[in-house]
């Protein structure tokens, strides 16, 4: 009954008329140009459904507009493309802060638990918000953070944690998806420890290499972030996304962030790339702290 509500409620939406600053957030290669046009209706759809249906609230005395909500929803929605019913109908509340926020820790240390206070970006919880900082989601909308993108990381750890616990296993329906997934996932992972153990960077950011949980999200914000250079460093991991994430919906080959057009780095060796990204230096800090 539910659902038969929601569906009809979907229905009615879609007919209604899409806000008139969207044409202008949908101009991001991203959202536009990268995906066929049945994809972009696709995702449009998506991303109302989701600034109409959820819960949204800014703490510390933000202000959430109706163009932060798409923005963030939007870009959640590119993970949702390969499905057809939206993974992220489960969550109940976007809550939103100005900016970086300290959130009570609590770490086990045998029989003895110790209580600290971290810095996050954001965070999701399994059958609860997703909690998230407006400064950064900006920052990363505007290009300033290539190969982050904090929204595609908490709500991977949504679809992973649709099957259980956060462990880098998402809820994967082909079998052979699913048999490939798991002798590949550990590997890449076991691959990325090992690289930066030996002084290497990698387009997946260090906290990559904190668990499986972790290299899931992170790799998957590179693989949408930059698909192209992720394809160059990790083509059977790219491979394995663009099927489990749909990759018909593309449009036409892998495309670029803007960020590197004027140098293509799709003629970089792998070597070339390492050193480049050594020059950005950034990009090795650990940004995730927790979350
Ligand atoms: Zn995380």
């Not at 991303?47 to 798409?70: D, F, P």
């Amino acid at each position: 009954m539910w659902k038969w509500l929601r569906n009809r409620q979907r229905k009615l939406r879609s007919q209604k008329p899409l806000p008139h600053f969207l044409s202008r957030l949908i101009k991001r290669p991203d959202l536009s140009t990268w995906l066929t046009d049945a994809a972009r209706v696709k995702l449009i759809n998506h991303a109302r459904n989701m600034v109409a249906e959820k819960n949204w609230e800014g703490l510390s005395g933000l202000v959430v507009t109706e163009e932060m909500k798409w923005k963030i929803a939007l870009q959640a929605s590119r993970l949702t493309l390969g499905f057809d019913d939206s993974p992220f109908d489960s969550i109940q509340s976007i809550l939103i802060y100005p900016s970086t926020y300290v959130a009570p820790q609590q770490t086990k240390l045998g029989h003895i638990v110790v209580e600290s206070s971290s810095l996050r970006l954001g965070e999701a919880w399994k059958r609860g918000p997703i909690v998230l900082a407006w400064e950064d989601i900006q920052r990363e909308w505007e290009g300033h953070e290539p190969f982050h993108n904090v929204v595609i990381h908490e709500f991977s750890h949504v679809l992973d944690m649709a099957n259980g616990d956060a462990d880098g296993m998402p809820v994967i329906e082909n079998p052979a998806l699913a048999r490939n997934w798991i002798s590949l996932i550990p590997q890449q992972f076991a691959q990325l420890v090992q690289r930066l153990h030996s002084g290497h960077s990698d387009i997946i950011n260090s906290y990559g290499a904190t668990n499986l949980a972790e290299f899931f999200a992170v790799s998957t914000e590179a693989f949408f972030s930059s698909p192209r250079l992720f394809n160059i460093w990790h083509p059977e991991l790219a491979q394995l996304y663009q099927q489990y994430f749909g990759h018909t919906f593309y449009s036409t080959s892998w495309p670029l962030h803007p960020q590197y057009s004027m140098i293509n780095p799709s003629q970089f060796t792998a070597s070339q790339t390492s050193d480049y990204l050594s020059s950005h230096r950034y990009l090795n800090h650990e940004r995730y702290l927790v979350g």
